[in-house]
């Protein structure tokens, strides 16, 4: 296996905790008290602001899809795109916020 980036490891990670989660268990309370999908599609969005940032654009919302199943394919496409767009900072700090959440889902 070719050498991976912070980011893409971290990405792969959580995608292989949630990937089989159901419905409740997206709906469940994480340790903030939000649902473990609105975690995630926070992060979600936060990825897409700096890519937007990255590219010099508006950021703008990524739709909340009414199926929580299709939030790990969401997090693969914004990570995508700040791996090719968003300097290394930028991708370590979402490294470690997807390492944080992670954890928080445990």
């Known amino acids: 296996m070719p050498d991976e ?3 893409g490891a971290a990405v792969r ?3 292989g905790q949630v990937s ?3 419905p409740p268990r997206w709906a469940a309370s994480a340790w ?3 649902s473990r ?3 995630m599609h926070d992060l979600v969005q936060w990825m897409a ?3 937007a940032e990255a590219e010099g654009r508006p950021a703008l919302p990524v739709p909340r ?3 929580d199943l299709a939030l790990p394919d969401q997090l693969q496409v914004v990570a995508a795109d700040l791996r090719r767009f968003a300097p290394e900072s930028v991708q370590a700090d979402a490294a470690e916020r997807i390492n944080a959440l992670r954890g928080a889902f445990a």
């Open 5 to 7: 980036d912070q980011l």
């Open 13 to 15: 990670k959580l995608v």
């Open 20 to 22: 089989h989660w159901t």
């Open 32 to 34: 903030s008290g939000a």
């Open 37 to 39: 999908a609105a975690l």
């Open 49 to 51: 602001d700096r890519c």
């Open 65 to 67: 899809l009414d199926n």
